[in-house]
Protein backbone atom coordinates (compact mmCIF):
# COMPACT_ATOMS: atom_id res chain seq x y z
CA UNK A 1 0.00 0.00 0.00
CA UNK A 2 1.32 3.44 -1.02
CA UNK A 3 1.36 6.36 1.04
CA UNK A 4 -0.88 7.83 -1.45
CA UNK A 5 -3.70 5.09 -0.81
CA UNK A 6 -3.20 5.38 2.92
CA UNK A 7 -3.84 9.40 2.30
CA UNK A 8 -7.11 8.34 0.30
CA UNK A 9 -8.35 5.84 2.89
CA UNK A 10 -7.72 8.32 5.89
CA UNK A 11 -9.30 10.91 3.86
CA UNK A 12 -12.78 8.63 3.45
CA UNK A 13 -12.86 7.67 6.41
CA UNK A 14 -12.81 11.70 8.11
CA UNK A 15 -16.21 11.75 5.79
CA UNK A 16 -18.05 9.28 7.74
CA UNK A 17 -19.84 11.69 10.53
CA UNK A 18 -21.95 9.10 12.47
CA UNK A 19 -22.66 5.19 12.35
CA UNK A 20 -25.44 4.87 10.26
CA UNK A 21 -23.00 5.77 7.38
CA UNK A 22 -20.51 3.16 8.05
CA UNK A 23 -20.88 0.10 6.54
CA UNK A 24 -23.41 -2.67 8.29
CA UNK A 25 -20.06 -5.15 8.98
CA UNK A 26 -18.21 -2.20 10.77
CA UNK A 27 -21.37 -1.11 12.40
CA UNK A 28 -21.68 -4.60 13.74
CA UNK A 29 -18.27 -5.07 15.07
CA UNK A 30 -18.76 -1.90 16.83
CA UNK A 31 -22.13 -3.09 18.86
CA UNK A 32 -19.64 -6.27 19.61
CA UNK A 33 -16.75 -4.41 20.82
CA UNK A 34 -18.57 -2.05 23.00
CA UNK A 35 -21.08 -4.92 24.51
CA UNK A 36 -17.98 -7.08 24.94
CA UNK A 37 -15.53 -3.86 27.22
CA UNK A 38 -18.89 -3.25 28.73
CA UNK A 39 -19.41 -6.82 30.61
CA UNK A 40 -15.74 -6.89 31.17
CA UNK A 41 -15.39 -3.28 32.78
CA UNK A 42 -18.59 -3.91 34.73
CA UNK A 43 -17.56 -7.07 36.11
CA UNK A 44 -14.21 -5.53 37.16
CA UNK A 45 -15.38 -2.16 38.72
CA UNK A 46 -18.14 -4.62 40.89
CA UNK A 47 -15.16 -6.63 41.84
CA UNK A 48 -12.69 -3.94 42.79
CA UNK A 49 -15.16 -1.89 44.36
CA UNK A 50 -16.10 -4.62 46.77
CA UNK A 51 -12.90 -5.52 47.84
CA UNK A 52 -12.56 -1.59 48.03
CA UNK A 53 -9.33 -1.28 45.47
CA UNK A 54 -9.67 2.41 45.13
CA UNK A 55 -6.52 2.54 42.68
CA UNK A 56 -7.62 -0.21 40.72
CA UNK A 57 -11.11 1.36 40.50
CA UNK A 58 -9.86 4.40 39.35
CA UNK A 59 -7.85 3.03 36.89
CA UNK A 60 -10.38 0.76 35.36
CA UNK A 61 -12.71 3.43 35.31
CA UNK A 62 -10.47 5.80 33.51
CA UNK A 63 -8.20 3.60 31.14
CA UNK A 64 -9.97 1.56 28.15
CA UNK A 65 -8.29 -1.04 26.86
CA UNK A 66 -11.25 -2.84 25.09
CA UNK A 67 -11.44 -5.61 27.66
CA UNK A 68 -7.48 -6.73 28.29
CA UNK A 69 -7.10 -4.89 31.74
CA UNK A 70 -10.32 -5.71 33.04
CA UNK A 71 -9.97 -9.54 32.34
CA UNK A 72 -6.13 -9.90 34.04
CA UNK A 73 -7.64 -7.59 36.57
CA UNK A 74 -10.08 -10.40 37.81
CA UNK A 75 -7.87 -13.60 36.95
CA UNK A 76 -4.83 -12.15 38.19
CA UNK A 77 -4.33 -8.64 39.88
CA UNK A 78 -7.38 -9.45 42.24
CA UNK A 79 -6.93 -13.16 43.32
CA UNK A 80 -6.21 -12.86 47.29
CA UNK A 81 -2.55 -14.27 48.30
CA UNK A 82 -2.94 -17.55 50.23
CA UNK A 83 -2.33 -17.51 53.45
CA UNK A 84 0.13 -19.66 55.03
CA UNK A 85 -1.88 -22.06 57.33
CA UNK A 86 -1.84 -21.09 61.27
CA UNK A 87 -0.61 -23.90 63.33
CA UNK A 88 -2.30 -23.96 66.69
CA UNK A 89 -1.04 -25.89 69.33
CA UNK A 90 -3.36 -27.91 72.08
CA UNK A 91 -2.92 -27.82 75.21
CA UNK A 92 -4.19 -30.95 77.15
CA UNK A 93 -7.67 -30.55 78.82
CA UNK A 94 -7.13 -30.25 82.76
CA UNK A 95 -8.57 -32.98 85.29
CA UNK A 96 -10.80 -30.74 87.54
CA UNK A 97 -10.83 -33.17 90.21
CA UNK A 98 -7.01 -33.85 90.25
CA UNK A 99 -5.45 -32.19 93.34
CA UNK A 100 -3.67 -28.85 93.02
CA UNK A 101 0.29 -28.99 94.46
Partial sequence: MSLE?????MASLSQVNSLSQMPAS???GIIVLLVWTLIW???ALWKAGGK???IWFTVLLVVNTVGILE???LYVFSKK????PQVTVQQPPQNPQAPLI
Fill in 52 to 54: QDK
Fill in 81 to 84: KKEE
Fill in 71 to 73: ILY
Fill in 5 to 9: QFAQG
Fill in 26 to 28: AQA
Fill in 41 to 43: KGL
